[in-house]
T-cell receptor
Framework: DAKTTQPTSMDCAEGRAANLPCNHS???????VYWYRQIHSQGPQYIIH???NNETNEMASLIITEDRKSSTLILPHATLRDTAVYYC???????????FGPGTRLSVLP | EPEVTQTPSHQVTQMGQEVILRCVPI?????FYWYRQILGQKVEFLVS????????KSEIFDDQFSVERPDGSNFTLKIRSTKLEDSAMYFC???????????FGQGTRLTVV
């Protein structure tokens, strides 16, 4: 079972920042937080991952709380093409598979 | 950007027939996965594969399923005798190192009739 909980759905206005929360209260010290998204029925697309420090790349920023029990994915300027299901996944780096929950369906509105 | 390539993109097969789904991983990747997604449901793990053997498999991956890397490049998923409930999108994922992200292919849509 997924070790994370996310809201079922969210809306965001085009051009605004989309902030997607994720709770992972049982995360252990060697587990990373990964974010993927899935547009329609395409293959999941990697976005970003982190352990405890905040991370940023060309797609998004990942903010992890100091106690690591929750995190937020930030899409700084959402576009219509960012409409997708976003998955927050907790995984160690010793060979665990990626366990997908139901994710958050983000709708970016014009 | 390197890609994971899956073929075919869509396959229709009769119940009871064998199907083989193919995946060409990113070059130099060593860890391989198969996932499936039944329409409207979540992405489910089937099996992981490393060093020419299965690392982990789920309850879904019963003896009707098998995986192999026959020629050192392609990674295949075989379903021996398909059932209607095997209809789903099947995604291959590959990973260069267990400390890094996995990259997913665009999937094969399997329809069993």
């Amino acid at each position: 079972d997924a070790k994370t909980t996310q809201p079922t759905s969210m809306d965001c206005a085009e051009g605004r920042a989309a902030n997607l929360p994720c709770n992972h209260s049982t995360i252990s010290g060697n587990e990373y937080v990964y974010w993927y998204r899935q547009i329609h029925s395409q293959g999941p697309q990697y976005i970003i991952h982190g352990l405890k420090n905040n991370e940023t790349n060309e797609m998004a920023s990942l903010i992890i709380t100091e106690d690591r029990k929750s995190s937020t994915l930030i899409l700084p300027h959402a576009t219509l093409r960012d409409t997708a299901v976003y998955y927050c996944i907790v995984r160690d780096n010793y060979g665990q598979n990626f366990v997908f929950g139901p994710g958050t369906r983000l709708s970016v509105l014009p | 950007e390197p890609e994971v390539t899956q073929t075919p993109s869509h396959q229709v097969t009769q119940m009871g027939q064998e199907v083989i789904l193919r995946c060409v991983p990113i070059s130099n990747h060593l860890y391989f996965y198969w996932y499936r997604q039944i329409l409207g449901q979540k992405v489910e793990f089937l099996v992981s594969f490393y060093n020419n053997e299965i690392s982990e498999k789920s309850e879904i991956f019963d003896d009707q399923f098998s995986v192999e890397r026959p020629d050192g490049s392609n990674f295949t998923l075989k379903i021996r005798s398909t059932k209607l409930e095997d209809s789903a999108m099947y995604f291959c994922a590959t990973q260069g190192d267990m400390n890094t992200e996995a990259f997913f292919g665009q999937g094969t849509r399997l329809t069993v009739v």
